[in-house]
């Protein structure tokens, strides 16, 4: 019941959280998801120096423009803390939102690297690094009540970028719209309120841009698309 409550707040694009504060995030040995909790284990004592814990989403929470994505990448977030960054993902993102005015500074793999996020937020439907980088349903249902929060605390949210299938459907279910009435297909728009708007895009994974199923003036065009709506 409270889930949806708090969707359907955060769909209407209402204040709902007065500072970061107050945002809901899971603890760094958050224990809501077993298959998880035993995957992080076993990455702590590999690597011990490494962050591996839930991720932080990163930049202001009065920005415009929410990025969601799947989850933290072993070697990426999950190594570093900061989301996308450290893995090839990243490598295209990061360049992508300095491009177009949602960062400044130089990207370097690192989460003390300098790079300032502008006018934007970077999330993931999953906060904790799942095997083989693919979470179930369970735990995206577990996490939702942190991407409630987000979305509701971001009261000068416009518009929400979903990178690929998963994060679209979180995103979708999070503010309690069917997904079957919503197909997800790169660059497909999805008016979620009066005020909010969904864009979806391929993930910018090595995947996707080995086999050309992304390119970069693909994934260019998508924030040409972001910039339009913004500015318009």
């Not at 929410?66 to 990426?76: R, S, V």
């Not at 009540?145 to 995103?171: C, D, N, Y």
């Not at 969904?198 to 693909?218: F, K, P, Q, V, W």
Request: aromatic share 6%; charged share 20%.
């Amino acid at each position: 019941m409270w889930l949806r409550m708090a969707a359907t707040t955060a769909a209407k694009n209402s204040p709902t959280l007065d500072s970061m504060a107050e945002l809901l995030a899971p603890g760094r040995d958050c224990a809501k998801c077993p298959r998880l909790v035993a995957y992080r284990e076993s990455s702590r004592a590999a690597q011990p120096s490494w962050h591996n814990a839930p991720v932080e989403s990163a930049g202001p929470i009065g920005a415009r423009l929410l990025i969601a994505g799947l989850a933290p990448g072993m070697k990426g977030a999950n190594r570093t803390g900061r989301p996308f960054t450290g893995d090839f993902a990243g490598d295209l993102l990061f360049p992508t939102l300095v491009k177009y005015g949602f960062a400044e500074g130089t990207y370097d793999r690192a989460a003390d690297d300098g790079l300032k996020i502008k006018d934007c937020r970077i999330t993931n439907a999953v906060r904790c690094v799942p095997p083989q980088n693919k979470p179930v349903g369970a735990e995206v249902l577990a996490c939702r009540p942190f991407l409630i929060s987000e979305i509701g605390a971001m009261t000068k949210l416009r518009v929400i970028l979903a990178l690929g299938g998963i994060a679209h459907q979180a995103v979708l279910r999070t503010l309690g719209h069917k997904v079957s009435a919503h197909k997800f297909a790169h660059r497909a728009r999805f008016a979620l309120s009066d005020s909010l708007l969904l864009i979806d895009s391929y993930h910018c994974s090595r995947l996707n841009t080995n086999t050309g199923r992304l390119t970069e003036a693909m994934f260019h065009g998508v924030f040409e698309d972001i910039g339009e709506v913004l500015n318009g």
